[in-house]
């Protein structure tokens, strides 16, 4: 079992910046893939980054190519997304999730473990 717990959430202005922080429990978060969702009012979760266990191999998906960069700290048990230039279309309730694999997974519904998500606003 791993719980997460997201932090770094609130409301910004455009143009501005966040780091969103995600702390895992348990003793073997460096095998876990992790990954990054958004949920906005009446939309769809997507996928915004996601992180293999080691930290080599990174996606991201093309609205926050650019802009967003995912992190991780295996002797923090955390993993960051670094979000700039943020955006009024940017404003979402943000989530980490995590699944126990070598690979880097794309997929939303192959993750195991969610968080239960922070807050961001962005206003224009």
């Known amino acids: 079992q791993v719980q997460l717990v997201e932090s770094g959430g609130g409301l910004v202005q455009a143009g501005g910046s966040l780091r969103l922080s995600c702390a895992a429990s348990g003793r073997t978060f460096s095998v876990y893939n992790m990954g990054w969702f958004r949920q906005a009012p009446g939309k769809e979760r997507e996928l915004l980054a996601t992180?293999?266990?080691?930290?080599?191999?990174?996606y991201y998906a093309d609205s926050v190519k650019g802009r967003f960069t995912i992190s991780r700290d295996n002797t923090k048990n955390t993993v960051y997304l670094q979000m700039n230039t943020l955006k009024p279309e940017d404003t979402a309730v943000y989530y980490c999730?995590?699944?126990?694999?070598?690979?880097?997974?794309?997929?939303?519904?192959?993750?195991?473990?969610w968080g239960q998500g922070t807050q961001v606003t962005v206003s224009s």
């Open positions: 999730a995590a699944r126990r694999t070598i690979a880097v997974v794309t997929a939303q519904e192959r993750y195991d473990y």
């Open positions: 992180i293999d266990w080691s930290g080599g191999r990174t």
